[in-house]
């Protein structure tokens, strides 16, 4: 990557690629090499350019935005566009960079490409606290799409990765710590009972005594209990009362 940072527009309306252009044309750092349509045009056109920033646009006619990720070799930076202010896009498992809400305004494109420009992105996970009802992008064995925040119902640590235990009875991997999830988690829903373990408060059916100083947790829609630990345990009480 040089002086310039190669980018590449892909948005299905005219309109909105001919605005962003306008917009990224004020940044001496960003070079708009070509445009694409659509997911197919996209993946030749990335073939080709071979672009540092692809600005993707999420919702068009011929594919989801997020199928890019499963036809091309990602070694790009991605800034995903979006017109949907229903939901919160908050973290990204697939290089990611940041998110722009429809209409762009042009000091939040500014903080994205100020970003770009940041050494170790790549491995800088976004500092937020997530909401209940905002939604995580993840990319995981084929499987691409958002898993809401509240349909959590377990996180377990798995190395440098961590498993998500869905209330659909799905399971997702990313590579991020219990410690990282501990901080962006929203404090009234979760709680971490163990080492190894964050639960969703809102799915606890009983808790009950199981010694001194720990508890037997059992969660709907979950065979087998979870055991406090006694570190946890105190930390726990303090969400009850």
């Given at each position: ?8 527009i892909?948005?299905?309306e005219?309109?909105a690629r001919e605005g962003?252009?306008r ?18 045009s996209?993946?030749?056109k990335?073939?080709?350019t ?20 499963d ?11 979006t ?13 990611a960079?940041?998110?722009?809400l ?6 939040r ?21 997530l909401?209940?009802?905002?939604c995580?992008?993840?990319?995981n064995?084929?499987?691409v799409?958002?898993v809401?925040?509240?349909?959590i119902l ?10 998500i235990?869905?209330?659909t009875?799905?399971?997702r ?6 410690k ?6 929203p ?7 163990h ?9 606890i059916?009983?808790i ?16 087998n209990?979870?055991t ?9 009480r303090?969400?009850?009362?």
């Amino acid at each position: 990557m040089g002086d310039k940072f190669k980018a590449l527009i892909v948005d299905d309306e005219w309109l909105a690629r001919e605005g962003l252009r306008r917009l990224l044309l004020k940044f001496p750092e960003i070079d708009i090499i070509s445009e694409a349509e659509s997911v197919g045009s996209a993946v030749e056109k990335i073939k080709d350019t071979k672009p540092d920033v692809v600005f993707l646009d999420i919702q068009m006619p011929d594919d989801n935005g997020f199928a890019l990720f499963d036809r091309v070799e990602v070694d790009f930076k991605v800034i995903f566009v979006t017109a949907f202010d229903d939901f919160a896009i908050r973290a990204f498992e697939v290089n990611a960079l940041d998110y722009l809400l429809k209409p762009i305004e042009p000091a939040r494109l500014s903080q994205s490409i100020a970003r770009l420009s940041e050494k170790n992105t790549k491995n800088k996970p976004l500092k937020i606290k997530l909401g209940y009802d905002d939604c995580l992008f993840s990319s995981n064995k084929g499987c691409v799409g958002f898993v809401k925040v509240g349909s959590i119902l377990y996180i377990q640590a798995a190395g440098d990765y961590s498993e998500i235990f869905l209330s659909t009875g799905e399971k997702r991997m990313l590579l991020r710590s219990l410690k990282e999830w501990e901080e962006c988690l929203p404090d009234k829903n979760f709680a971490r009972i163990h080492r190894n373990t964050i639960i969703n408060l809102n799915y606890i059916d009983k808790i009950e005594p199981w010694s001194k100083s720990t508890f037997q947790i059992h969660l709907r829609n979950v065979a087998n209990p979870f055991t406090t630990s006694r570190q946890y345990s105190k930390e726990l009480r303090k969400k009850f009362i």
